[in-house]
């Protein structure tokens, strides 16, 4: 089925013969879905605190920072705009010249509310020797949609999200890499320094330095700090094979091979060789404007303390396993993994050999949303490969959806992943976690896609908050719904949240 050829191309992208056949095989059998216990929820794998302990816990975490240690923002941000701008392109391409649908009616009605107006308005003068109002006022809505999108314009439809004009100021208006630069700098700044990172594609690797490199001083300035700013790009390593319906390796037209991305969880590697204490991860349109910002830094320090505060028990914990433990010890130790850290034996043999195994590997605090209906994944107890039952975070492509138990827990769960996770990924003697190797690989899932007209079948690697993460220590934290604001669509924009 691989030709000589075939393997060349192959070894050119650091993949092994090997891999390629295993992903073959995994469109022949796909992937199991996931045995549920139960959808999390308060006091059933989620922690709702008082506001005393959240205060403890935000001191926790000001403790640990004073300590010198090593904190890094990672920001998933190679996403392209794209899907933000959906309805628009379909307005451009419509037959029709004036706004129809609800959504183009909202987005011309309110368009001096967008951040970006300004320079729109620029860029149209530029190019049609006329300004927003102008056009509109004659008619000519398609001519301002098209420079939002098009590359003679803003180039919107193209850019990756993070480099979008998101919220208004007095005096400027800012980008979501802008925005999460602040954020670093309020709650992830330790002795005066900020790591943030960012993942970026390789097409706009460059365009996105450029603008770090423009902003940055001048928000390190403003909040009396430095950054230390790097970029990663998702590794060609990591992406996996394209299949035909039937199967068979799909090609172009050249007869090679189609390898396609792996999804946001081969971002597993870029983060396992982030040189960190604490890793907080937040998706890159989930931003707000400074004025709605102490909310956001606030529940951030919060999770931040919960996980300090779990880890050192741990390490404690794992210390005393290192020596003789008393009955009475073990005791404490297993009610602290199945109470704290809220996985259960389920007819595992509960000794030493088990309670090191629990303990001794990477932890997250997720915080998570009273759920209002946003697509995407959700907080539950799961089976897991060794049979104890600990708690993930799943997405719809995980469950059974002929199991009507499973299906009546996915929705009607309380709660919603708003992808706010602060993770721990070194053991209790400094030593970095080897991150691949607490993947569940059973947990990848495939779905349809097209190249060039043609069907095809796309494999996706396990999600990064997903099964890459499956093997970790997991505490889920109800957090507010104020510090989950995703931009979508470009009409998200006009949310109250983001004005």
Request: charge should be negative; proline fraction near 4%.
């Amino acid at each position: 089925m691989l030709t000589e050829k075939d393997l060349k191309q192959i070894a050119q992208r650091g993949i092994s013969k090997e891999q390629v056949e295993n992903q073959l095989h995994q469109f022949e059998t796909g992937f199991p879905f996931l045995k549920l216990e139960a959808a999390a929820s308060i006091g059933n794998g989620i922690v709702a605190l008082s506001e005393d302990e959240r205060k403890q816990y935000v001191a926790a975490w000001e403790a640990y920072k004073a300590e010198g240690r090593r904190v890094v923002k990672f920001v998933p941000a190679s996403g392209a705009a794209s899907r933000m701008f959906k309805n628009m392109f379909a307005f451009v391409e419509a037959d029709y010249d004036v706004p129809t649908t609800d959504f183009e009616k909202k987005y011309f009605a309110d368009i001096e509310k967008f951040a970006f107006y300004d320079a729109l308005d620029a860029i149209c003068q530029k190019n049609e020797g006329k300004g927003i109002k102008e056009l509109i006022e004659a008619g000519n809505y398609k001519a301002v949609a098209a420079n939002m999108l098009k590359k003679e314009g803003l180039n919107y439809g193209q850019l990756p999200k993070g480099m979008l004009l998101f919220h208004k100021y007095a005096d400027d208006a800012r980008t979501p890499m802008e925005e999460h630069l602040v954020e670093g700098a309020l709650y992830a700044a330790s002795k005066g320094e900020a790591h943030v990172h960012f993942t970026v594609s390789h097409e706009h690797m460059d365009f996105f330095r450029q603008k770090v490199a423009e902003k940055a001083d001048g928000i390190a300035q403003k909040y009396g700090i430095k950054y230390d700013i790097t970029f990663s790009e998702q590794k060609p390593s990591t992406d996996t094979i394209a299949a035909n319906p039937d199967n068979t390796p799909f090609r172009e037209a050249d007869g090679s091979l189609l390898f396609r991305p792996g999804g946001h969880g081969a971002l597993i590697e870029n983060l396992n060789e982030i040189e960190a204490d604490v890793i907080f991860i937040k998706n890159i349109d989930n931003v707000v404007p400074d004025r709605l910002k102490p909310e956001t830094v606030e529940w951030k320090q919060v999770i931040a303390g919960v996980l300090v505060t779990l880890q050192q028990k741990a390490f404690n914990y794992l210390r005393i396993l290192d020596g003789t433990p008393t009955d009475a010890q073990l005791a404490e130790i297993a009610q602290f993994v199945e109470h704290d850290l809220c996985c259960q034996p389920k007819g595992n043999k509960v000794d030493a050999a088990y309670l090191r195994r629990k303990l001794n590997r990477p932890m997250r605090v997720c915080g998570v949303v009273k759920n209002v209906g946003e697509p995407g994944g959700g907080p539950f107890l799961t089976y897991n490969q060794d049979g104890t039952v600990s708690l993930q975070i799943l997405e719809s492509s995980q469950i059974d959806t002929n199991n009507e138990a499973y299906m009546k827990m996915f929705t009607q769960g309380t709660h919603f992943n708003p992808v706010d996770l602060v993770c721990a990924v070194r053991d209790y003697k400094g030593q970095p976690f080897n991150l691949p190797d607490f993947v569940d690989k059973t947990t990848g899932f495939i779905s349809s896609k097209s190249k060039s007209g043609k069907e095809l079948k796309a494999l996706e690697l396990p999600g990064l908050w997903n099964g890459a993460m499956s093997d970790w220590s997991t505490i889920f934290v109800e957090v507010p719904l104020g510090t989950f604001n995703p931009v979508k669509t470009v009409n998200d924009l006009l949310r109250e949240q983001h004005q």
